[in-house]
């Protein structure tokens, strides 16, 4: 197995765990912590398809950028991009008293938003562990 793939396979290993954690995160009521902690998991995954294409570093946190960077054989689909800048906006908001004015951001996130943000890591995810699969399936 090459360098590229075990590293992908690392980085969507750890994109799973992250989004278990935020799910308990959620049932635990913080869900601030459960909005962040959605954007890694995302993160992690796309980084997971970029590691499994290329073998090369990814840098950056942006998902949305991430995603945008995967040429069109990926799948990158709209609704994909769009799940990625919704996840975007908790990577420094849903961790800084200082990011959202007069607002600490465990009085700032909902269990709707944390719900929202984990169900767009989970297809995110799930998306990223086809394409992994799939590079490995072809060889590639």
Same mark, same amino acid.
Request: net charge positive; aromatic share 8%; charged share 20%.
């Given at each position: 197995?090459?360098?590229?793939?075990?590293?992908?396979?690392?980085?969507?290993?750890? +994109?799973?765990?992250?989004?278990?954690?935020?799910?308990?995160?959620?049932?635990?009521?913080?869900?601030?912590?459960?909005?962040?902690?959605?954007?890694?998991? +995302?993160?992690?995954?796309?980084?997971? *398809?970029?590691?499994?294409?290329?073998?090369?570093?990814?840098?950056?946190?942006?998902?949305? *950028?991430?995603?945008?960077?995967?040429? +069109?054989?990926?799948?990158?689909?709209?609704?994909?991009?769009?799940?990625?800048?919704?996840? /975007?906006?908790?990577?420094?908001?849903?961790?800084?008293?200082?990011?959202?004015?007069? *607002?600490?951001?465990? /009085? +700032?996130?909902?269990?709707?938003?944390?719900?929202?943000?984990?169900?767009?890591?989970?297809?995110?995810?799930?998306?990223?562990?086809?394409?992994?699969?799939?590079?490995?399936?072809?060889?590639?």
């Amino acid at each position: 197995m090459s360098k590229g793939r075990q590293d992908a396979r690392l980085w969507l290993r750890q +994109a799973g765990d992250d989004y278990r954690f935020g799910r308990t995160a959620l049932a635990g009521g913080f869900y601030a912590q459960a909005c962040f902690v959605a954007q890694q998991a +995302a993160e992690k995954a796309v980084k997971a *398809v970029h590691y499994g294409r290329t073998g090369r570093p990814v840098i950056g946190h942006s998902v949305h *950028v991430l995603l945008r960077r995967l040429n +069109a054989r990926a799948g990158v689909t709209a609704e994909l991009l769009a799940l990625a800048g919704e996840l /975007d906006q908790y990577y420094v908001s849903a961790r800084y008293p200082d990011a959202l004015p007069g *607002v600490a951001p465990v /009085d +700032a996130f909902s269990i709707d938003q944390a719900r929202a943000a984990l169900s767009a890591a989970h297809r995110i995810v799930r998306w990223a562990r086809t394409q992994v699969s799939r590079k490995r399936q072809h060889g590639g």
